[in-house]
């Protein structure tokens, strides 16, 4: 079974710094996603940023990016001129890209917790 | 398009009480699922199922039924709730082949559970 860790329960930055967010993960697979999302005080889980295991580059999504290195098993995640509306949880997951049954069933890490400061 | 709803957005309810968790979607998604979120953890799938008709026990499943007889909607039923059934469950679902654009999941809101 995957699992997927983020050693980090809480962290902070303050507006317009970068702050990285670490997650690393364990499985015997060798094609998967591993997808970042950030939930707010609203509750609603966002889709962030999504990396697939196959490609070597690096994704970005304006000021979000993520460093991903297969090998050590390790996607984190790079929060750049960081703005007060990024304070949110913000967890890693994981999918297989070929889930046995068809289950598409993310496997979530427990969260970072982001504070923005003014 | 809606998206991905769900109804109620809070409960109260008391020990062995059942009720009925409702979620629906207008995307024509294959794929739908239920997750559970609870403190400090990430969510955690409780059902699943990949087209009308099918349905699958995921992590989380005791204590949980759902079905699936349309498309559009996924309900999840607690027979005889429990305070353990204190939760955030989520719903989201899911279009075309994981193999393809299905990789993607589209959450709803969430309804907030709380069994006393």
């Known amino acids: 079974a995957q699992t997927v860790t983020q050693s980090q329960p809480e962290m902070s930055v303050q507006e317009a710094e970068t702050v990285t967010l670490s997650c690393t993960y364990d499985?015997?697979?060798?094609?998967?996603?591993l997808f970042w999302y950030k939930q707010p005080p609203s509750r609603q889980m966002i889709l962030v940023i999504r990396?697939?295991?196959?490609?070597?580059q690096n994704a970005t999504e304006n000021r979000f990016s993520v460093n991903f290195q297969k090998a050590a098993k390790s996607f984190s995640l790079k929060i750049s001129d960081s703005q007060l509306g990024d304070a949110a949880m913000y967890f890693c997951a994981y999918r297989s890209a070929f889930p046995l049954g068809g289950r598409r069933a993310l496997t979530f890490g427990s969260g970072t917790r982001l504070q923005v400061q003014p | 398009n809606a998206g991905v709803t769900q109804t109620p957005k809070f409960q109260v309810l008391k020990t062995g009480q059942s009720m009925t968790l409702q979620c629906a979607q207008d995307?024509?998604?294959?794929?739908m699922s239920w997750y559970r979120q609870d403190p400090g953890m990430g969510l955690r799938l409780i059902h699943y199922s990949v087209g009308a008709g099918i349905t699958d026990q995921g992590e989380v499943p005791n204590g949980y039924n759902v079905s699936r007889s349309t498309t559009e909607d996924f309900p999840l039923r607690l027979l005889s709730a429990a305070p353990s059934q204190t939760s955030v469950y989520f719903c989201?679902?899911?279009?075309?082949?994981?193999?393809?654009?299905?990789?993607?999941?589209?959450f709803g809101p969430g309804t907030r559970l709380t069994v006393t």
């Open positions: 989201a679902s899911s279009p075309g082949t994981p193999q393809t654009s299905g990789y993607e999941q589209y």
């Open positions: 499985t015997s697979e060798s094609d998967y996603y």
């Open positions: 995307m024509n998604h294959e794929y």
């Open positions: 990396q697939e295991a196959y490609k070597q």
